[in-house]
């Protein structure tokens, strides 16, 4: 149990391979601004739905390629600072090696698994696998089918934010929990945020749970997803989705807005207090 | 005959919902077809099972998701489980009926594109990118398309081909051995195409009340097919109307909340 500043400074290295992972709900907000605030550099990063946290974190130029599926802003439109990367090269160049959902799930999948690739019946007839060395195709040794094969995915370090732990470490989380656990299993270290610290668990059998012995480090950040979510604490900001576009689509108003909020605050709970001191300015 | 007059997105919307039969077991993409396979539910199709790809399986929304992931989604679920468990054993796995997709791009074989516009190294537009589309295309039992119809979406020649429709059209398709037998129909706000049963081009066959056919011809990149008994859609009814506003309503409202 640490500081989310000092698991951030102790596990996640310039030049890492990091995923921050999180399906809509749980997304590790607080963590991606602990790597802004701390400057990190040349990380590539990887997440199947890249959103707003990985905008933020690739307009503030820490990254140096993006590995994903989907990226855009759910139901509200492009990731400006994403596509400003990708077009322009601001603020500095960004490859992309592009996936299909089911493509990733599947590498993530062979990572955790320790599986040299990982195969499933997909990218077929698409264009995917001309930009994509990655994605090649292998005959089934049963049935000769024509199937696709991935490599795993296996980042430095993994990032995710979960419901609660208790005082051993041990995380439970709920709801969409996407691909969050393959994510931690196929990762060298692994760095949760929680919404809170509980004496007992209380997680039913079969419950989505990281003993403490796979994570690295488990930190408190009350709020940590926001504006995502947490399922059992509090929902989703969709305002502040919305609101997002019209900061992201200037570099300026994005430079002055993350140097506000995120590099001229001291944690998760100054941003906050931060934001909603311009709100009610508004 | 309804006398409340309708958008054209709202028939699009409609149109599409009809398309959606109660009790299939529908994979949604988000925006338009969640929008439509939301309204069959509360119209016709209450037994229908709606997937998201976040993994909620019968999810039961009182308001549209923003995102893939709402809150929402989970709650009203069936059972919500992980990414790989809902792409590998549910989709990979046979067991859904429709797959329901947006595109930025079709072509004449109904193969959508949802990744970039130009080149993909230098786009002049850089998209999303797949997402689940690809394998929903592949493995759905069939798939439905709703888009806008504009010559920007309706292409000669994709851009990227982001998710399999029928290729090149005739049997060229079967060379994949998908599971699924791909687009079935596209719905437009400005009428129903249907992929030709030997060809598997996309034809015309319904078209929206009040469009005039020149305005779909002109709003499609390629010299479209027009069937020679060309249906016209059936306008909205009253409850159709109603149930969709006010469950467009009670979206704008829950998604204004917050800060």
Known sequence: MLQLSEAIRQHVHDGDVVALEGFTHLIPFAAGHEIIRQGKRG???IRMTPDVIYDQIIGSGCAKKLIFSWGGNPGVGSLHRLRDAVEKGWPQPLVIEEHSHAGMVTA???????????????YLGTDLPKHNSNIRFIECPFT?????????????????????????????????????????LAAKRAIVTVEEFVDRLEAPPNSVVLPSWIVSAVCQVKGGAFPSYAQGYYKRNNAFYKQWDKIAVDRDTFKSWIERHVTGT???DGFRRSLNQEAERA | MPDTPY???EMMTIAAARMLRNGAVCFVGIGLPSAAANLARLTHAPEVVLIYESGTIGSKPDVLPLSIGDGELAETADAVVSSVEIFSYWLQGGRIDVGFLG??????????NTTVIGDYKTPSTRLPGAGGAPE??????????TLRQTRRAFVEKLDFVTSTGHLDGGNSREQFHFPGKGPTAVITDLGILTPDPVTKELTLTSIHPGVPLEKVIEATGWPLKVAPELR???PPTENELRVLRDLQARTARAHADGL
């Open chain 2, 7 to 9: 958008t054209a997105d």
């Open chain 1, 43 to 45: 990380l590539t990063l």
């Open chain 2, 136 to 145: 929903i295309a592949a493995s759905s039992g069939e798939v439905l398309i």
């Open chain 1, 108 to 122: 993530y999948a062979a990572g955790a698994a320790h599986l040299p690739f990982g195969t499933l019946r997909g």
């Open chain 1, 144 to 184: 000769g089918e024509r199937l696709a094969a991935v490599p795993p995915i296996r980042p430095d370090v993994t990032i995710v934010h979960a419901q609660r732990a208790d005082r051993r470490g041990n995380v439970l989380m709920w709801g969409v929990v996407g691909v969050q656990k393959e994510a931690i």
């Open chain 1, 266 to 268: 001291k944690d998760f």
């Open chain 2, 103 to 112: 595109a930025a791009q079709i072509d004449r074989f109904a193969n959508i």
């Open chain 2, 232 to 234: 016209t859609t059936a």
